[in-house]
């Protein structure tokens, strides 16, 4: 439970947002064509990475027996 109190708070929430940045600035930058099959996968972690750190939910909580909602955590 103390891995998704960790991710609930905001150094996790920060963490999460700038790893979506980083892979969404990969994708889009590095291989020069977005319309490559491995751009478009990466463009959608990215983009799914930073909405999850926005919007405060960890996928993986519940693997661990905690709620899919930050709030919920504390």
Do not use: H
């Amino acid at each position: 439970m103390g891995f998704a109190k960790f991710m609930a708070g905001p150094i996790g929430r920060g963490i999460r947002i700038l790893a979506g940045v980083i892979v969404l600035a990969f994708a889009l930058g590095l291989f020069g064509t977005v319309d490559s099959p491995l751009n478009i996968i990466l463009a959608v972690v990215g983009v799914f990475l930073v909405l999850v750190g926005v919007f405060n939910v960890c996928v993986f909580a519940p693997l661990f027996g905690g709620p899919l909602m930050g709030k919920d955590v504390k």
